[in-house]
């Protein structure tokens, strides 16, 4: 091995860190490396979020996400650059609802909600004819100006109360675990980007027709996106790169380019640090480089969620046809946020026997604090889901088969401000630990492609510093 080689420490082996290792090892512009990597994890699993294991017969089936968005590109390569092209497959053509006083099926011609024209709301059950008024009038407002940084109250602006009730918050609500009145906007860059101009619903509706890319706007591997995870870390070990499991880090410290990692087992010396763990845990061992870093991450908030899987029966499942699953609005939720069909969502996930597999997710940001679902037992948290359901779709569904995932703080959420924040670490960093850089998904994007797309950034930029290529060190 080649000791004179940089060496970089990777905490943290969800996909975030798992991408960065990959690419630092095998970088897109297919230099050989110039780099020794370490990527240092605290649980006897790599993967972090992704989580796939089998059930109800099928191989596999996720735990937590279930498929990340095709059009990022650094995605979709990735996944074919670790040997996945051939198992990609992407969602039917099945249909989404929101739960309204009944399953109204999401109009057409949205962006994150967002409407792109007036008839596709007109013609839907979901809103009152006063509701797609007011959104209807959006073009003729003034333009919005400075506006307070919050998806909830720009749209509630923009479009009036039901779409953002019915429409914006449960859509991007879902993807966040969020309260959109209390999510930043900025923090959501297909949003955001719609915000310039005086019309929202015309940018939108521009925007659609310009970028609007042929293809499955989602993908992942059929045997689900544990193949991810597992294809990156056996391409990290082939490359030479190290894995540690069941290994806490506690503390960074910089002598002078350097920087000791410690961690419950031992410690080890390297020329950069790439922080990928969630930023209340990152917030503990980082307190050692700075405290000013420290304490802006500290208060990091983050959701927590249940994932309910069931495998079903019931005479009426064929009510469900043509449907991939539903969201149920705040205003008519209780427990449940969101139910996915997932045997008409993915073809691979039928059993083949008239039974049906169900994703079902409880709890978000802003529950109530003394309703915890991730504290209630196996058996309370299915019943809810079924008495729900009945509710929800008048249809009675047996479970036969559950399997119960606890997702105790794992959305951390973008506040108002996220952007700024993110920003004014990062120059904290570049000041005091300029070979130390925050990545994942408490950063800059939460879903599983914007973590790849930070994975890229990142281990191109260290890499570009390695080479002496660009900005220096410090
Ligand atoms: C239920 C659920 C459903 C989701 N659905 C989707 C979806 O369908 N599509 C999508 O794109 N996204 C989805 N997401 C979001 C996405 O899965 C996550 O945001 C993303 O996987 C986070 O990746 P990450 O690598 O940044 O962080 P994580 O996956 O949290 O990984 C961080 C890793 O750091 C480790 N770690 C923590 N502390 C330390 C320490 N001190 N030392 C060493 N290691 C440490 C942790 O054990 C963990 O493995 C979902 C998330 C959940 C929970």
Known sequence: MNETRAHVVVIGAGITGLATAHRLLNPLDGSA?????????????????????????????????DSYLARVPAAGRLAREVGLAASMTNPTNAHASVMHGGLHRIPDGLMMGVPTGAMSLARSGLMTWRGKIRAALEPIL????????????????????????????????????????????AAVPQLADLTPGRSVLLTARRRRVTTNTPGPVFETPRSGLGALTTALADSIRRRGGDILTETTVTGIHR???????????????????????????????????????????????????????????????????????????????????????GSNKWAHWNPGDGSMIMRVSLGRDG???????HEWD???LVRQVVDEMRDHTGVDITPVEHRITRWENSFPQYRPGHIERVATMEAILMAEAPGVRLVGASMRGIGVASCISQAESVSAAVLTTVAGIGAVRD
């Not at 998806?151 to 039901?162: L, P």
């Not at 763990?277 to 927590?304: G, N, W, Y």
């Open 255 to 341: 002598f002078g380019r350097s920087y000791r990692v410690e961690t419950t087992t031992s410690s080890c010396d390297s020329d950069y640090v790439i922080v990928a763990s969630p930023a209340a845990v990152s917030s503990l061992f980082l307190r050692t480089l700075s405290s000013e870093l420290a304490d802006m991450l500290a208060p990091t908030e983050h959701a927590s969620v249940v994932m309910v899987t069931l495998r079903v029966t019931g005479t009426d499942l064929t009510r469900f046809d043509g449907m991939s699953g539903y969201l149920v609005p705040k205003p008519d939720q209780k427990r449940v946020t969101a139910a996915s069909f």
């Open 33 to 65: 490396p110039g780099v020794r990597v370490t990527l240092i994890e605290s649980s006897s699993q790599i993967g972090g979020k992704i989580r796939t294991s089998s059930f109800a017969g099928i191989g596999g089936v996720d735990e937590g996400p």
């Open 142 to 185: 003034p333009a919005s100006g400075d506006h307070h940084d919050s998806v909830g109250n720009f749209v509630r602006q923009r479009f009036g109360r039901e779409v953002h009730e019915l429409l914006v918050d449960p859509l991007i609500g879902g993807i966040y675990a969020a309260d959109t009145t209390n999510l930043s906007l």
């Open 378 to 380: 196996d058996d309370r």
């Open 367 to 373: 529950a109530p604090t003394h309703d915890l679902v």
